[in-house]
């Protein structure tokens, strides 16, 4: 079951960051488009996943940019801003019962596409949400 709809606004958040900050979803409203990943706790692909996903983003453009959520502490990833969700109050905002998933916003935080897994096995290959963010620039001129 989908908790939000293509064509609205994702929910702002504020979680910690592995490298102890503050990190806001507003902080990159108006500048970049996003994949929003939440990886399933404890998975034991979630290494590789992060790894593939940093490969991707890494040639991004300024105007892209990967979240990715986990109740479990993650390390630092190049590219990625990789956020701590202890108590998986963001997880649940987004994706209610479902233990992982993914969500593309353009940069204003409007909802293109979605999706939930029950692994991280399940979540799309990092090219394909590539593809999702380059379509994403395309609709808004970026």
Wanted: proline residues 6%.
């Amino acid at each position: 079951m989908q908790t939000l709809q293509a064509g609205t606004i994702v929910p702002n958040f504020t979680l910690q960051t592995a490298m102890g900050e503050r990190f806001s979803r507003g902080d990159l409203r108006g500048k970049a488009a996003l994949v929003i990943v939440f990886l399933p706790a404890n998975d034991g692909l979630n290494p590789t996943y992060l790894a593939n996903l940093s490969t991707a983003a890494q040639r991004w453009s300024h105007e892209q940019k990967a979240l990715v959520i986990s109740a479990e502490a993650l390390p630092p990833t190049e590219g990625l801003t990789v956020l701590h969700d202890p108590e998986s109050k963001v997880l649940s905002q987004f994706l209610g019962e479902a233990k992982g998933g993914w969500f593309i916003t353009d940069r204003y935080g409007e909802l293109y596409a979605q999706g939930q897994s029950l692994s991280t096995a399940d979540l799309p290959k990092p090219m394909s949400l590539s593809e999702w963010l380059e379509y994403v620039n395309m609709r808004c001129g970026g």
